[in-house]
């Protein structure tokens, strides 16, 4: 049973990238699925959820008007797709799941699993 995210990179102020959390050992569906991100120094901060059984999504201010979370039930993965990217996006970010329909975004207990991070970079 594992999550594992994906897609980070280099990009430049202003780009785009997709992040990718994929399931397995278990079906993404039945899980709510948010993003944290951590940067150098810096506590975990959630970004977005996507709630399991009626996909309703929330967003941190950070995020919102420029992040997009969905998620791929055939495919059993969850996305971000982060758009207008600014060197302060620089982070490692996290895929994360639990049973809880509408957890919050805080990053403390009641996550049953984690992606292992993938490190995006905002930077000319």
């Known amino acids: 049973v594992q999550l594992q995210a994906s897609g980070g990179g280099l990009v430049q102020p202003g780009g785009s990238l997709r992040l990718s959390c994929a399931a397995s050992?278990?079906?993404?569906?039945?899980?709510?699925i948010a993003w944290f991100r951590q940067a150098p120094g810096k506590d975990r901060e959630g970004i977005s959820f996507i709630s399991s059984d009626d996909d309703k999504t929330y967003y941190a201010e950070s995020a919102k008007g420029r992040f997009t979370i969905s998620r791929d039930n055939a495919k059993n993965t969850a996305y971000l797709q982060m758009n207008s990217m600014k060197p302060e996006d620089t982070a490692v970010y996290y895929c994360?799941?639990?049973?809880?329909?509408?957890?919050?975004?805080?990053?403390?207990?009641?996550?049953?699993?984690w992606g292992q991070g993938t490190q995006v970079t905002v930077s000319s």
């Open positions: 994360a799941a639990t049973t809880w329909r509408f957890p919050g975004l805080s990053p403390v207990g009641i996550w049953n699993y």
């Open positions: 050992g278990f079906t993404l569906d039945d899980y709510t």
